[in-house]
């Protein structure tokens, strides 16, 4: 340390400036660097925590729903394996009494592609409990045989495992508490 205030008090003033100046040049350019460096992370920062916070509120608000969904398909998919077969206008009524799920609903399929990463899987179970649906009304409407069994059957389970993917991917999103928080509407 001596050595280092002897060699800066042997130096002419105009030569200390000089160094000070450098110094102070490396320094300004140092901030002018590392100030809006940090104030970018810290926007990304936020805007992820945003986006994280709006997709943990999407998917808490559409939990309870799509887990009823769920139980209304399962239950109807119940229902259809302890009918006698072929199924009579009343079963056909009566399972599609039991889907509570509208895919004939616009509005839910307009805002299907807001659910983060299970949009996909929301756009795949709405397209299979469609099908199910049609499948239950076809049968309404023409008195039912196997081709409408085999279409409800095959599309309400797709619809089911979908449901199922969508329901994992959203309980992640919502946090570990959300599968405590379960109840039938």
Same mark, same amino acid.
């Given at each position: 340390?001596?050595?280092?205030?002897? @060699?800066?008090?042997?130096?002419?003033?105009?030569?200390?400036?000089?160094?000070?100046?450098?110094? $102070?040049?490396?320094?300004?350019?140092?901030?002018?660097?590392?100030?809006?460096?940090?104030?970018? *992370?810290?926007?990304?920062?936020?805007?992820?925590?945003?986006?994280?916070?709006?997709?943990?509120?999407?998917?808490?608000?559409?939990?309870?729903? @799509?887990?009823?969904?769920?139980?209304?398909?399962?239950?109807?998919? /119940?229902? @259809?394996?302890?009918? &006698? =077969?072929?199924?009579?206008?009343?079963?056909?009524?009566?399972?599609?009494?039991?889907?509570?799920?509208?895919?004939? /609903?616009?509005?839910?399929?307009?805002?299907?592609?807001? @659910?983060? &990463?299970?949009?996909?899987?929301?756009? /795949?179970?709405?397209?299979?409990?469609?099908?199910?649906?049609?499948?239950?009304?076809?049968?309404?409407?023409?008195?039912?045989?196997?081709?409408?069994?085999?279409?409800?059957?095959?599309?309400?389970?797709?619809?089911?495992? =979908?449901?199922?993917?969508?329901?994992?991917?959203?309980?992640?999103?919502?946090?570990? $508490?959300?599968?405590?928080?379960? *109840?039938?509407?």
């Amino acid at each position: 340390m001596e050595c280092a205030f002897i @060699f800066w008090s042997a130096m002419k003033p105009e030569a200390q400036a000089a160094w000070v100046q450098a110094v $102070g040049s490396v320094l300004a350019i140092f901030v002018a660097v590392a100030v809006p460096w940090q104030q970018h *992370r810290a926007a990304i920062k936020r805007q992820q925590a945003t986006e994280d916070s709006r997709a943990r509120a999407l998917a808490l608000a559409n939990l309870n729903l @799509f887990r009823n969904w769920h139980y209304s398909i399962q239950g109807a998919l /119940d229902a @259809f394996g302890q009918a &006698p =077969k072929p199924l009579t206008f009343n079963n056909w009524k009566h399972i599609q009494g039991i889907i509570e799920v509208n895919p004939t /609903d616009t509005a839910l399929m307009d805002r299907s592609d807001g @659910f983060g &990463p299970a949009s996909g899987i929301v756009q /795949d179970f709405l397209y299979h409990a469609q099908l199910a649906w049609f499948a239950t009304d076809n049968a309404l409407i023409s008195d039912g045989d196997e081709t409408h069994e085999q279409a409800f059957f095959e599309h309400a389970n797709a619809a089911a495992l =979908k449901l199922s993917q969508a329901i994992r991917i959203l309980e992640k999103l919502a946090g570990a $508490g959300a599968k405590n928080h379960y *109840r039938k509407i």
